[in-house]
Nanobody, 124 residues
Framework: VQLQASGGGLVQAGGSLRLSCATS????????IGWFRQAPRKEREGVSC???????VYADSVKGRFTISKDGAKKMVYLQMSSLKPEDTAVYYC???????????????????WGQGTQVTVSS
């Protein structure tokens, strides 16, 4: 199982970025995928996840600004980020759910196989 996040970069506040998570080694449609982020000197936090079946969850801090989606055929998961704020600056990671439940909690403890992260920097 491998996951690789990409698409990060430097953007001004109010701008947009789309992160991509390339997956391999498992059937994407059978698992949930989560996006998490970690800023310097802060704990890792959940951003969004998409469960098996397609239901989505968002952290309150990104609701209405971020959209998670997936393409099972391409084995890709995306995180469209809009109206970015300086507080969104962090390294973003994608991860696979440990189980195939349709009702999976999006807590970080339910995810593994963390890919290499991608840096997102939002300037004010």
């Amino acid at each position: 199982v491998q996951l690789q996040a990409s698409g990060g970069g430097l953007v001004q506040a109010g701008g947009s970025l789309r992160l991509s998570c390339a997956t391999s080694g498992f059937t994407l449609d059978n698992y949930g995928i989560g996006w998490f982020r970690q800023a310097p000197r802060k704990e890792r936090e959940g951003v969004s996840c998409i469960r098996r079946g397609g239901s989505t969850v968002y952290a309150d801090s990104v609701k209405g600004r971020f959209t998670i989606s997936k393409d099972g055929a391409k084995k890709m998961v995306y995180l469209q980020m809009s109206s970015l704020k300086p507080e969104d600056t962090a390294v973003y990671y994608c991860a696979q759910s440990r189980w195939t439940s349709y009702l999976l909690s999006c807590s970080a403890s339910n995810f593994h196989s963390w890919g290499q992260g991608t840096q997102v920097t939002v300037s004010s």
